[in-house]
């Protein structure tokens, strides 16, 4: 592949996004109340709880990559059942409301009394758009402009437009095959879990790893 080819001319805008924290109503103190919130809570809040521990600065163990787990874990004492939640799948086509059901069936199935030790606070957020002023129109510039630009456009490109239903699948891959007809390459990005990530900055390096094999 000539990766300095323009392809079908298609410019890839990277955008990056903020998430203003909105504290719901919503709380639970046993695996009874958390089944309920996550049913009742919005997408914007089952994003926030399963995906945005991706940032550094949310800070979670690699173990237990979202708050669902860590709560579980650390406040009823529910090793097991963390577990699980933390092993949750979440990439692609998954979106919030696929994790959502997942997450309410895993929960509700397990019979458990236990009060945890402190409550469960559901939070939501929006997310805030804004453009990076970075654009690629080349696969090498896409390499090089995706190894520099602000982690947050990568996790809003690769994780949070999918999750939340703005998007079928990653811009990365739906860009490489739209533009590039780079099928394989597109299918091998949208294996990878973001779930599974507690660094933006890991994400970053495994998606450049993932393309320069396949690139150079």
Known sequence: MDIYSYGKGIPFVFQGAYYP??????????LVQLADGIAKADKYSIFYHMFHPIFTSH?????????????????????????????LPGAEPKTAEDVRKDLFNVISSYK?????LRE???????????DTGKRASTL???????????????????????????????????????NFGLKDLSSKLSSIDPQTYTSEEKLREDLIENLEEELL
């Not at 924290?21 to 046993?30: G, P, Q, R």
């Not at 237990?64 to 933390?86: H, T, Y």
């Open 59 to 87: 800070l979670v163990t690699e173990d237990l990559p979202n708050d669902f787990a860590v709560w579980i874990d650390q406040s009823l004492g529910l090793r097991e059942l963390a577990e699980k939640v933390a092993d």
């Open 21 to 30: 924290k909105k504290y719901s109503k919503l709380k639970a103190t046993n």
């Open 120 to 130: 469960f606070v559901f939070v939501s957020c929006y997310p805030i758009v804004y």
């Open 140 to 178: 090498a510039e896409f390499l090089d402009t995706l190894a520099t630009v602000d982690p947050r456009s990568v996790v809003w490109h690769f994780v949070s437009k999918r999750i939340l239903g703005m998007s079928p699948k990653n811009d990365f891959s739906l860009w490489l095959e739209e």
């Open 112 to 116: 458990s009394v236990r009060e945890g």
